[in-house]
């Protein structure tokens, strides 16, 4: 089957620098992303989403590129704080069969050194 | 974690036991989710719901069961048959709305076999 899958599964960044999380996706036909972060021993939040039609989504401190060409998905997290340290995880819209369905990769962990 | 709950937020069952893991939602949202995450993997799909009275199996489904009597619940039972129990149980709701669908998560609930 099709599946969201992480380059990286560790990222480890000095606090105030930038953080990109990278993620491909095999499935063309997929519409709609979103970035999910989860700390340890809690349920993912969400963080921003971006649609096929977008190639780039600006939130508050984060970003997300969509490049449909390569089917490449990254986050941009801005001036990266000890509390960015997480798990994030990309999802995958997938919609077919009369639902939709989230397919997500396994992740990459942040870890922020001050 | 939103308007959802989860409970307990951990729980013990003995080999043989069947246990129900509660998951609430005060947000409106039709759709209800249920899933497993192993140590280091993704989530992935147990069950999910559309709607009230209506219920699809995910990618795991066997070994459990759920029942999605009012628009506001969607408990998950892990029988006996479940052979590897242990892990963390997520719940989500989502409002599936012009081709997105995202899904908001509960805190989660870790469950351990003695």
């Known amino acids: 089957g099709e599946s969201v899958g992480l380059h990286l599964p560790t990222l480890s960044v000095q606090e105030g620098d930038n953080s990109i999380i990278n993620c491909a996706y095999s499935?063309?036909?997929?519409?709609?992303f979103i970035w999910y972060k989860q700390e340890s021993g809690k349920g993912p939040q969400f963080i921003i989403d971006?649609?096929?039609?977008?190639d780039k989504r600006q939130g508050q401190r984060v970003t997300v590129l969509l490049n449909k060409t390569v089917k490449h998905l990254s986050l941009q997290i801005a001036a990266t704080q000890p509390g960015d340290s997480a798990v994030y995880f990309c999802a995958e819209n997938w919609v077919g069969g009369g639902y939709n369905k989230l397919i997500f990769g396994a992740g990459t962990r942040l870890a922020v050194h001050p | 974690d939103g308007g959802i709950t989860q409970s307990p937020k951990y729980l013990f069952r003995k080999e043989g036991q069947n246990v129900t893991l509660s998951c609430e939602q005060n947000?409106?949202?039709?759709?209800m989710y249920w899933y497993r995450q192993d140590p280091g993997q993704g989530l992935r799909l147990i069950y999910y719901?559309?709607?009230?009275?209506?219920?699809q199996k995910g990618d795991i489904a066997e070994g459990y069961s759920v029942s999605r009597e009012k628009k506001e619940s969607f408990p998950l039972t892990v029988t006996s048959a479940q052979k590897n129990p242990t892990a963390f149980y997520l719940c989500?709701?989502?409002?599936?709305?012009?081709?997105?669908?995202?899904?908001?998560f509960g805190p989660g609930t870790r469950l351990t076999v003695l």
């Open positions: 989500a709701s989502s409002m599936p709305s012009g081709g997105t669908d995202t899904q908001y």
């Open positions: 971006i649609r096929s039609n977008m």
């Open positions: 947000l409106n949202h039709d759709a």
């Open positions: 719901s559309q709607i009230v009275n209506d219920f």
């Open positions: 499935n063309s036909a997929s519409d709609y």
